[in-house]
């Protein structure tokens, strides 16, 4: 357990070359302009980084970093007065199914990142949404965690002068 710790907290202080990345903001190297949502994820994440290390996840550090970079990009900013420490359920929901719509894997990242996230919200006394707003998030990311997903490939068969080169 003890050399785990150590790996991850050796990946939290690693530093890469992506530009607004959340390892270059606990560095202070910041040199893309970002979000609102994702410079408040880059002032979280030292702590959040901690936070991680001293947890058994099963996702690198780096992956859920880069997740919730992702998804705050596009998370909604309509005035100052939103947070990602009081994340609101329906913008979450519909995010979320934006992206299991056309990223599936990207989905269940983000999903996995944000639960995280939440859990370092709440151990850390951080959250500032209602109790409320906090449940309901909670219950939509383990809805989404725990969902069996299907995929069906459907095809045509193909013909035969596909396959044999004549034209009909």
Same mark, same amino acid.
């Given at each position: 357990? #003890? @050399?785990?710790?150590?790996?991850?907290?050796?990946? #939290? /202080?690693?530093?890469? /070359?992506?530009?607004?990345?959340?390892?270059?903001?606990?560095?202070?190297?910041?040199?893309? *302009?970002?979000?609102? /949502?994702?410079?408040?994820? &880059?002032?979280?994440?030292? #702590?959040? !980084?901690?936070?991680?290390? @001293?947890?058994?996840?099963?996702?690198?550090? &780096?992956?859920?970093?880069?997740?919730?970079?992702?998804?705050?990009?596009?998370? *909604?900013?309509?005035?100052?007065?939103?947070? !990602? %420490? #009081?994340?609101? *359920?329906?913008?979450? !929901?519909?995010?979320? %199914? %934006?992206?299991?719509?056309?990223?599936?894997?990207?989905?269940?990242?983000? =999903?996995?990142?944000?639960? @995280?996230?939440?859990?370092?919200?709440? +151990?850390?006394?951080?959250?500032?949404?209602?109790?409320?707003?906090?449940?309901?998030?909670?219950?939509?990311?383990? +809805?989404?965690?725990?969902? &069996?997903?299907?995929?069906?490939?459907?095809?045509?068969?193909? %013909?035969?002068?596909? =396959?044999?080169?004549?034209? &009909?």
């Amino acid at each position: 357990m #003890a @050399r785990k710790q150590g790996q991850q907290a050796a990946r #939290a /202080n690693h530093v890469r /070359n992506q530009p607004g990345d959340p390892f270059k903001a606990a560095t202070g190297r910041v040199t893309f *302009p970002s979000s609102g /949502n994702v410079r408040e994820l &880059e002032a979280l994440a030292p #702590a959040f !980084i901690e936070w991680y290390g @001293r947890h058994q996840f099963s996702a690198d550090i &780096e992956e859920v970093l880069e997740s919730l970079t992702h998804f705050f990009r596009y998370y *909604p900013e309509f005035d100052g007065s939103r947070t !990602i %420490t #009081a994340l609101e *359920p329906a913008e979450v !929901i519909a995010k979320l %199914t %934006t992206l299991m719509t056309h990223a599936l894997l990207d989905g269940v990242m983000a =999903t996995y990142s944000l639960m @995280r996230l939440l859990g370092f919200l709440r +151990d850390s006394g951080r959250w500032s949404g209602s109790q409320e707003s906090f449940q309901t998030v909670h219950g939509i990311l383990e +809805d989404i965690l725990h969902s &069996e997903v299907q995929v069906v490939i459907r095809h045509r068969p193909i %013909t035969d002068h596909a =396959t044999t080169g004549t034209a &009909e």
